[in-house]
């Protein structure tokens, strides 16, 4: 028995993988014909990818955890980034624009009421689920802002704006549909530099709702100042901030939602 | 196709080659974990055409260097220590459990090479380009995996063998 090449130790690895040409293979499998040390050498190491295939292969079937899928489709959010600065630069010159035309519109004072109504009950309770999320605070990032708004509009049925904090040091961290109240709400959430937190919480409301005044309600640590106005409901919640501030967060949201 | 779904795609193969590479259900899932999200924050790196599972595999190798560093900074990656003592029982009649062992006694280095080629089907130079190595060095780490392996196979009383043939 002679091989027209001496056998190495490579070609062995070769062997066990599958990955030699037939005339090759066939050489081999001669010389393991008259070397049965080496032939059942070789044989346990082919023997190991079918073990391995034969206990790992069953994890490709595992269903995706949907962290997981967060994480693998969260880059599509971050590669919108340069857009979406473009579509937020706009957004402030516009702002800026806008904001010479209604300097003389007044925003409602707030009053007080003894029992807090719903929406602000409803909108303490979503601050303090979300708000404290730190991996996944928002279902849409400010990233997408565009996406975001659209997205919510749709799903209010009317147009949705997200306000821009960015003067008062509060940045949009980005937006989620919520369970409805009893139409569908969105919920915008910014964060401070000390990573402080406010959310706006917006729902529609009836034809037959009347506008109001500043409202301001305490849910345990939440503060939230609600108001009505036109078609959609609003409340703006904060565990962090104290109410001189968030009155004049709400202040500032209430101008910009109507230019 | 989007990144995201592609990206989607290969979380399976992720996930079985961290299982086992790693072992323990949870650090793999944590170690593919990581792995998406610095392959989002590294995408501009990888070239659009050429092969993402193996590209992915680079992104997760680099993951785990970092984290078996930051656990133990005074330990070589290449030597033939292994990552951590496993010693076989006697009697196990489990040959899965065997070879589980078996793997996890293999320096990381040797694993690497060993479950890329063997497991996840990578040709030698698709192994060599995802951990930065010679092919050379692919395929003598290739055979000394497997011949640790065998040897801790045979330690258990041949039963590997039995299975093969």
């Known amino acids: ?259 | 196709m989007s990144d995201a779904q592609s990206l989607i795609e290969q979380i399976p193969r992720l996930r079985r080659y961290a299982r086992a590479l790693v072992g323990d259900r949870a650090t793999a899932d944590d170690l593919v974990q990581d792995t998406l999200e610095r392959a989002w924050s590294k995408l501009h790196l990888y070239r659009h055409g050429t092969d993402l599972r193996a590209w992915l595999f680079t992104v997760m190798h680099n993951v785990h260097v970092n984290r078996m560093r930051a656990t133990r900074p005074t330990d070589p990656l290449d030597d033939d220590m292994p990552e951590f003592a496993q010693r076989a029982t006697q009697g196990d009649a489990l040959v899965v459990r065997d070879l589980e062992r078996g793997i996890a006694s293999l320096p990381v280095a040797q694993r690497e090479v060993l479950l890329l080629v063997a497991l996840e089907d990578l040709s030698y130079g698709e192994t060599a380009r995802v951990l930065g190595i010679p092919t050379g060095t692919v395929m003598s780490r290739l055979a000394r995996a497997r011949e640790k392996l065998r040897a801790f196979m045979q330690g258990k009383g041949g039963a590997m063998l039995q299975v093969v043939k």
């Open chain 1, 1 to 259: 028995m002679s091989e027209k090449q001496p056998i190495s130790e490579a070609e062995i690895q070769h062997w066990a993988d599958g990955r030699l040409d037939a005339s090759r293979r066939a050489e081999l499998e001669a010389w393991f014909a008259a070397h049965p040390e080496e032939a059942e050498r070789a044989a346990a190491y082919q023997g190991f990818n079918e073990q391995l295939h034969l206990r790992f292969d069953p994890i490709l079937a595992e269903s995706v955890p949907p962290r997981m899928e967060r994480a693998a489709r969260r880059g599509s959010r971050l590669r919108g980034l340069a857009m979406a600065a473009g579509w937020v630069a706009l957004g402030i010159a516009i702002g800026t624009v806008a904001g010479w035309q209604l300097h003389a519109q007044q925003a409602p004072t707030p009053s007080a009421k003894s029992e807090p109504p719903v929406i602000a009950r409803r909108a303490a309770l979503a601050h303090a689920t979300y708000s404290p999320e730190v991996r996944h605070p928002v279902e849409v990032g400010a990233d997408q802002e565009e996406h975001l708004v659209a997205w919510l509009s749709k799903r209010l049925g009317g147009e949705v704006r997200a306000p821009k904090l960015d003067g008062e040091g509060m940045a949009l961290v980005g937006g989620r549909l919520l369970p409805r109240d009893p139409g569908p709400v969105a919920q915008f959430m910014y964060q401070n530099a000390q990573g402080r937190r406010v959310t706006l919480y917006v729902r529609t409301e009836g034809p037959d709702q009347r506008e109001t005044a500043f409202r301001f309600a305490r849910e345990g640590n939440v503060r939230v100042f609600y108001w009505i106005d036109r078609k959609f409901g609003y409340a703006l919640s904060s565990g962090d901030l104290e109410r001189e501030e968030l009155l004049k967060l709400a202040n500032v949201v209430y101008r910009q939602l109507n230019p």
